[in-house]
């Protein structure tokens, strides 16, 4: 078990991937703050639950990581409540398709908000209490922050900052933080559909066959935070090999 006095914030927790990573920290002895943003009932729903396990562990956070101030608002909050911070994961992400020539302003400052600009500015709020506490950062990208996909040039190149971002902090924050990431690949289907011939091509190409899980995310999050000590500034591929086709 972790020591159960330290402190994890998991952006985009209500759901998905997030909520499975703050499930299996929460099991495994963190207290969790969890953020949300158009989610709030299902956040307050799911850490209703958790407190029946192990009361008083969870902090609900609530925010548009588009606002400025949001970042170092979330930070603040988990500070004042918990008294420390010693892992912060970058969960949040928007996916969509944005096809060259119908390509707005507005989609790029969405995608790049989300995806590479708040993970930043929540790294930087929450350097000096890392420091403090010898703690970590867990960066979600994307196998396609190296690899294009079509229709998805904004998306994909933001994932590419995400995973720039991840090396160069890991550099600058040594050795106090070690800063790492994860590159999941055909984990969960986008929750606006995809085609079941689109699915069966994307496995064909997948060494594994399978898509991977959420609980399998979440198994290697606690081991970068748990059992890889001297790791940092690396991205674990969970892919299930397509990086090699």
């Known amino acids: 078990m972790s020591d159960p006095s330290k ?13 499975a990573i703050v499930h299996h920290l929460h099991a495994h002895g963190y207290r969790v703050a969890v953020h949300a943003h158009q989610s709030g009932h299902e956040l307050h729903a799911f850490l209703t639950e958790l407190e029946r396990t192990r009361p008083s562990i969870t902090l609900a956070l609530l925010g548009d990581l ?3 101030a949001v970042p170092e608002t979330l930070i603040a909050r988990c ?3 918990f ?10 992400s928007n996916f969509y398709p944005t096809p060259l020539g119908e390509v707005t302003p ?10 590479a600009k708040a993970p930043f500015f929540l790294a930087q709020a929450a350097t000096p209490l890392l420091r403090k506490h010898r703690g970590a950062i867990i960066n979600l990208t994307d196998l396609h922050g190296t690899q294009p996909l079509r229709q998805h040039a904004v998306y994909t190149a933001a994932k590419a900052a995400l995973e720039m971002l991840t090396r160069s902090l890991a550099l600058e924050l040594a050795p106090q933080v070690r800063v790492n990431a994860i590159a999941p690949g055909a984990i969960l289907w986008p929750t606006q559909g995809i085609a079941e011939a689109a699915k069966q091509a994307l496995l064909a190409r ?8 959420v609980e399998e995310i979440a198994e290697a999050v606690l081991w970068l935070l748990e059992s890889a000590n001297f790791i940092t500034g690396h991205t674990l591929r969970l892919d299930g090999g397509r990086t090699l086709t």
């Open 7 to 19: 402190v994890a914030l998991i952006t985009g927790g209500a759901r998905r991937i997030g909520k």
């Open 66 to 68: 588009h606002e400025n």
């Open 79 to 81: 500070a004042g409540h």
């Open 83 to 92: 008294g420390r911070l010693d892992v912060l994961i970058n969960n949040a």
């Open 106 to 115: 507005a989609q790029w400052d969405d995608l790049f908000a989300i995806n």
């Open 206 to 213: 997948t060494p594994l066959a399978r898509t991977g899980t």
